[in-house]
Nanobody, 123 residues
């Protein structure tokens, strides 16, 4: 597994923005994807956004499409999730994840998890 370190959570009012970061301690390279799942109390875990490292593939959950943007830095081992127009429904614990590209977005096949960062959006 690859240790992941994530940050950027916090509390904002509806309509505000946050940027999450997730860094792999070692370069995962092409063939891996990284992104975020989230989970609110009493609700199922939900895929948020994912991108293939070194590539152009992106995936967004239906509830965040057009509001969130996932990107990566030049080293291809850090990903960012720019979250705009945040809604109270976006509140939850966000977990960065890394996986082999072919299993990107499948929570049960994640190879490495971040520690989680709390996002709270108030009305």
């Amino acid at each position: 597994q690859v240790p992941l370190v994530e940050s950027g959570g916090g509390s904002v009012q509806a309509g505000g923005s946050l940027r999450l970061s997730c860094a792999a301690s070692v370069y995962t390279g092409v063939g891996y994807c990284m992104g975020w799942f989230r989970q609110a109390p009493g609700k199922e875990r939900e895929g948020v956004a994912f991108t293939d490292i070194g590539g152009t593939y992106t995936h967004y959950g239906d509830s965040v499409r057009r509001r969130f943007t996932i990107s990566q830095d030049n080293t291809k081992n850090t990903v960012y999730l720019q979250m705009n127009s945040l809604k109270p429904e976006d509140t939850g614990m966000y977990y960065c994840a890394a996986a082999f590209k072919s299993t990107c977005g499948a929570a049960d096949l994640v190879r490495s998890w971040g520690q989680g960062t709390q996002v709270t959006v108030s009305p």
